[in-house]
């Protein structure tokens, strides 16, 4: 079984900086497991932010971005704002079609 | 514009079978894997599998599969998620979500376009 961990929650001040980080368990993060990560609020379907690890999906605004940090891969929120809050999940692409959530951090401004 | 719209509510009893939607509307229906995502009460997102409707080939997240059955119908461009015997262990929302494709560098491997999510209560 794999196991990605993310940090359970983070607040941040309006116009602050925030990191969140997705890890695995047993190994590194790479580019290989094409890191992508999601915003999802309540009542509402996820967002995709951020694919293939830094690449920012049409329309997401530039204060997200995204890298691998060490051994895992990093979401970074500078400038964040209200509408930020949320939970964010990082995905990361195993082999064979199958993909993997993290567990979220739920982010408060 | 690419659209998923998923089927409503769904209120069910342990034992029972069911069996939700997933509509695409906006693109090439064929083309496109469709993943499905379990929400359960206060948690997260958990990636049940995925399905490809141009030959139905399926990949399955480690603890779903022998639980859930994917299936589509082509001529309704529609994916569907299918339970034999509901456990209440199943309440949850169940969003169906498009694998993009680029078709400039032949990047797959994120969901680029979501349905807006079925509550199933057992």
């Known amino acids: 079984q794999t196991v990605v961990t993310q940090e359970p929650s983070f607040s941040v001040s309006p116009g602050g900086t925030v990191t969140l980080t997705c890890a695995l368990e047993?190994?590194?993060?790479?580019?290989?497991?094409?890191p992508s990560w999601y915003q999802h609020k309540p009542g509402r379907a996820p967002r995709i932010l951020i694919h293939?690890?830094?690449d920012r999906s049409s329309g997401v605004p530039d204060r997200f971005s995204a890298s691998l940090v060490g051994d895992k891969a990093a979401l970074t929120i500078t400038g964040a704002q209200a509408d930020d809050e949320g939970h964010y999940y990082c995905?990361?692409?195993?082999?064979?079609?199958?993909?993997?959530f993290g567990p979220g951090t739920e982010v408060t401004v | 514009e690419v659209r998923l719209v998923q089927s409503g509510a769904e209120v069910t009893k342990p034992g029972e079978s069911l069996k939700i939607s997933c509509q695409a509307s906006?693109?090439?229906?064929?083309?496109?894997?469709i993943g499905w995502v379990r929400q359960r009460p206060e948690k997260g997102l958990e990636w049940m599998g995925i399905?490809?409707?141009?030959?139905?080939?399926?990949r399955f997240g480690p603890s779903f599969e022998g639980q859930v059955t994917f299936s589509v119908d082509k001529s309704v461009n529609t994916a569907y998620l299918q339970w034999d015997s509901l456990k209440a262990s199943d309440t949850a929302i169940y969003y169906c979500?498009?694998?993009?494709?680029?078709?400039?560098?032949?990047?797959?491997?994120?969901?680029?376009?979501w349905g807006q999510g079925t509550l199933v209560t057992v």
């Open positions: 995905s990361l692409y195993l082999s064979e079609g199958i993909f993997v």
């Open positions: 399905i490809y409707p141009g030959d139905s080939d399926k």
């Open positions: 293939n690890t830094s």
């Open positions: 979500a498009r694998r993009a494709y680029n078709w400039n560098d032949g990047q797959t491997h994120w969901f680029d376009a």
């Open positions: 047993s190994r590194s993060v790479s580019g290989a497991h094409y």
């Open positions: 906006g693109y090439v229906f064929a083309n496109y894997w």
